[in-house]
């Protein structure tokens, strides 16, 4: 799925407003936006999230979350996240 900022957050605040009782995010770095543009989305998603803790567990994939100031869980590519969630 190719993800843009808006359509990103778009479908974080959906999420966020489901009635269920349990909500996992799992987010890739938006690489299909250019080397640079990235960063200052990454950074606005990753305030909202913050902000907003109706999300039991996020997981962040690529080196632009992970540079990112925050305390949720992080893998560098996919591989990992596949690894880390066997065990």
Do not use: C
């Not at 808006?6 to 799992?26: D, E, G, Y």
């Not at 690489?31 to 913050?50: Q, T």
């Amino acid at each position: 799925y190719n993800a843009n900022p808006t359509s990103m957050m778009a479908a974080l605040q959906n999420f966020r407003n489901m009635t269920v009782p349990h909500k996992m995010l799992i987010l890739g770095d938006m690489r299909e936006l250019g080397a640079e543009k990235p960063r200052p989305n990454i950074r606005k998603i990753v305030d909202y999230i913050k902000r907003k803790v109706v999300f039991e567990k996020v997981w962040l994939v690529g080196e632009l979350f992970a540079a990112s100031e925050h305390s949720f869980k992080t893998y560098a590519n996919a591989q990992e996240v596949i690894k880390g969630s066997a065990s």
